[in-house]
């Protein structure tokens, strides 16, 4: 089981400690998955009115669906043995602070309604032998945690009330029942039999063992001024009034900062009556920013416990918190304040630009937009900010409500802007590959054209959803990939498609003439790779490789053009990483790496002709590596809004490259998840790093970073040159910054410089 460990947190994110009187004791969140840490008690399957005495218990996707066949299906889930003594399981009789219960699905449908079942079953169940009759009866389920989406990606429901009943008598869990109840659209979720196991049903309990104290939960509220009240509940062991009335006090220490709704004067007296319930839940009032101590007493020689409750002013944010755009554009960008701020009263934000020519929200009147946040209402509102000229400008707030103001620096270039998208594969549905889509447009759209490194399959698909996202002919470029390279079809798709790409320049060797070419857009020149072409004979034969004959063709290509930014992209990633978010990694030794004498050969030709960076798919990942002055740049995959799903989109002005990488993560939108830049400027006639009109000692710490090793920053660009050691004495030194001088003062310098 996956464990959390003490932490300073709220709850909700699974981590939680009670400060009790003889030390802390912490939450712990367990996570029942099928084939994780040895968990082996999923049991699930789908009752099927159409064949209703056939078993679904070995099926890979759990079904419910209005009307299938004819007849209505119902999904079955339930995690077992979650409850015990043994190591991985849940106490009986703990306090359940929190439940989720993840599922991805793969067939978008209508939502269902999921409740507890109230029979017994097992995998073997069909529509006709469940509970006894045939069909579901309304006496074969009872409560109801909520809804189950039924859209296409990985959902989370809280199921926090079915884990607190089960707790209190483990023997009521019989799981969950998903009952179709509005629309006839089907849903599939992947089972506890599906290969990948990442998307299996999950569940995590968040819980506290009993204990022989009062427990406030949560034990710390961070919340804003003029956030409604906050729900706290109060527990006590469920021995501790069996037989007799308790009674728990709770005192604050500063009534304008929290107090408990009801309280009189400071505190509040909470009974527990004989026999009665063990918990209660009561409410705090959030006051004036500050910070606050609600303290328990109680009559029953239970420990007592102390709840912090900090209030601040809030905040106004944007997101993305930055923004780069080109030339005669409008981007979407999310102006928010903290959450709760409005629960209780409306909240005006003003948005003015000092700049209206260069960025300007869209909808201003001169160089303002008053944005309004209705009390009870929603807490953020997307706004257009429209570019005009190149230049900076910065967009800032004001607000009525005394919350913190932001700044949104804004940029807008001269040059160009194209997006990156890789691996959507077979994800064309409504709410999978359209999404992504959808999104970069509102973020500022695509730019002069889509770069999609591979495993775009079917292409025709994706070429409809581009064209009906960006219009009709839009350009988009597809290095193949190995699910193209397996395709007959997919790979004739390609082919013949490259016949209307615009821009080209050069095609491939023998074999591959149209699935390796280059092509030059502005200041730039880039090359396509088929990294499963032979060079000579096919263009679908190999496995992910750069071979000789490619090698030769690709430097030819290099070598002729004059473009100052180079970009190559290919599918496969020569040096596989970890997803920089999630840490995990995938074909790790089963892309360009499993080649690394061609691998080798084929970065340092990357670096040898400056290309800025090589822009891949594959791995479902997304990293970026930096090695030998190029940038390794993998776009994980666009298929959604799951956590994995990414968009790059680069922006190449005269002397900077840009990069923005949005990212969807556990969130279910896209945000700003990364930005960095290379910058490229003509080499100086003279080593003035810093600029300040002399090339003295100040500029030597300059100079010697710029030498320190493969990961010099690219900033530097080509003043970085390979031989700092120019007197060859084995040190870069003193006397080597004097000599590097001379290389930039006219024409006489020495020999060592060239």
């Known amino acids: 089981m996956n464990r959390s460990f003490p932490c300073a947190a709220f709850l909700v994110v699974g981590c939680l400690v009670i400060v009790l009187s003889g030390g802390a004791l912490a939450a712990t969140t367990l996570t029942f998955q099928e084939g994780v840490d040895g968990y082996s008690g999923t049991v699930d399957t789908f009752l099927r009115a159409a064949a209703p005495d056939t078993s679904q218990g070995s099926s890979t996707a759990v079904e419910w669906d209005g009307d299938d066949g004819g007849g209505q299906n119902f999904a079955l889930l339930r995690f077992d043995n979650i409850f015990g003594a043994g190591p991985g399981q849940i106490p009986s009789g703990s306090f359940v602070t929190a439940a989720s219960l993840t599922y991805t699905v793969s067939n978008v449908g209508n939502d269902g309604t999921i409740n507890e079942v109230s029979v017994a079953w097992d995998e073997s169940v069909t529509f006709n032998t469940f509970g006894g009759d045939a069909g579901v009866q ?156 609600i303290a328990t007493s109680n009559d029953a020689e239970l420990d007592d416990t102390v709840l912090a409750v900090d209030v601040s002013a809030g905040e106004v944010t944007f997101d993305p918190p930055m923004l780069v755009a080109a030339q005669g554009t409008s981007v979407a960008v999310r102006v928010a304040i903290s959450p709760g701020s409005n629960d209780t009263r409306p909240i005006e934000v003003t948005l003015t630009t000092d700049d ?43 607000n009525d409500a005394g919350l913190t103001e932001a700044a949104l620096p804004a940029k807008v270039i001269s040059g160009f802007m194209f997006t990156a998208v890789a691996d959507t594969r077979e994800f064309t549905g409504p709410t999978e590959f359209p999404m992504v889509l959808a999104d970069i447009t509102a973020t500022g759209g695509p730019g002069a054209f889509l770069l999609a490194p591979g495993d775009m399959d079917p292409p025709e698909g994706i070429d409809a959803a581009i064209a009906a996202e960006f219009g009709s002919g839009f350009p988009w ?175 190449v002005e005269d002397e900077e490259v840009t990069f923005h990488v949005y990212r969807s993560l556990d969130t279910g939108r896209y945000s700003l998840n990364d930005v960095w830049s290379v910058v490229r400027e003509d080499p100086p006639n003279h080593p003035d790093f810093d600029t300040d009109g002399d090339v003295d000692l100040s500029d030597f710490g300059f100079f010697t970073v710029c030498f320190n090793g493969p990961n010099r920053p690219p900033t530097f660009g080509s003043v970085c040159l390979d031989g700092p050691d120019l007197d060859s004495d084995g040190d870069v030194d003193l006397t080597d910054f004097a000599m590097f001088s001379r290389c930039f003062n006219g024409p006489n310098r020495p020999p060592a410089c060239e």
Not at 201 to 221: G, K
Not at 356 to 362: C, D
Not at 364 to 373: H, K, M, P, V, Y
Not at 562 to 569: A, G, L, N, P, T
Request: glycine share 8%; aromatic share 10%; charged share 15%.
């Open 356 to 398: 209206a020519a260069v960025a300007v929200p869209g909808g201003a009147t001169g160089n303002s937009l008053l944005l309004t946040f209705a009390a009870g209402a929603v807490s953020e509102q997307m706004v257009a900010m429209t570019c005009g000229n190149p230049g900076m400008a910065t967009i800032t707030t004001t």
């Open 477 to 651: 470029y597809l290095p193949v990939g190995n699910h193209e390279e397996e395709t007959a079809a997919d790979m004739e798709w390609v082919r013949n498609a490259f016949a209307s790409l615009p821009y080209i320049v050069n095609s491939g060797p023998p074999g591959s003439v149209t699935t390796n070419y280059s092509y030059d857009y502005g200041s730039a020149h880039f090359v396509v790779l088929n990294e499963y072409a032979d060079g000579t004979t096919c263009d679908d034969c190999l496995d992910g490789d750069v071979v000789p004959a490619l090698y030769d063709w690709l430097e030819a290509d290099l070598a002729a053009t004059e473009k100052k930014w180079i970009f190559v992209s290919g599918h496969e990633p020569p040096y596989p990483q970890p997803d920089a978010y999630w840490g995990d990694s995938r074909h790790v030794g089963d892309s360009l790496d499993a080649h690394p004498a061609n691998r080798d050969a084929f970065w340092a030709l990357l670096d040898a002709y400056d290309v800025v960076a090589y822009v891949c798919g594959h791995t479902h990942r997304y990293s970026r590596y930096f090695q030998d002055d190029v940038w390794q740049v993998d776009c994980s995959q666009a298929r959604g809004t799951g956590p994995y799903d990414t968009y790059v989109r680069i922006f």
């Open 138 to 293: 309304s006496d074969e389920y009872g409560a109801s945690p909520g809804l189950a989406p039924g859209s296409v990606a990985t959902h989370t429901v809280d199921v926090t009330s079915s884990l607190v009943a089960w707790a209190a008598n483990t023997s009521a869990n019989k799981g969950w029942i998903v009952r179709p109840t509005g629309g006839t659209d089907g849903v599939q979720f992947r089972s506890r039999e599906y290969a990948t196991i990442v998307e299996r049903p999950a569940l995590s309990v968040t819980f506290i063992p009993v204990v022989d104290a009062v427990v406030l939960l949560p034990e710390q509220i961070n919340t804003v001024v003029g956030s409604a009240d906050h729900e706290v509940l109060v527990a006590i062991p469920p021995a501790a009034n069996q037989s007799v009335a308790v009674e728990v006090t709770l005192a604050t220490d500063d009534t304008t900062v929290a107090v408990p709704v009801g309280a009189s004067g400071n505190s509040l007296v909470v009974t527990f009556a004989a026999g009665g319930a063990s918990q209660q839940i009561v409410s705090v009032d959030i006051g004036v920013a500050g910070s606050a101590t």
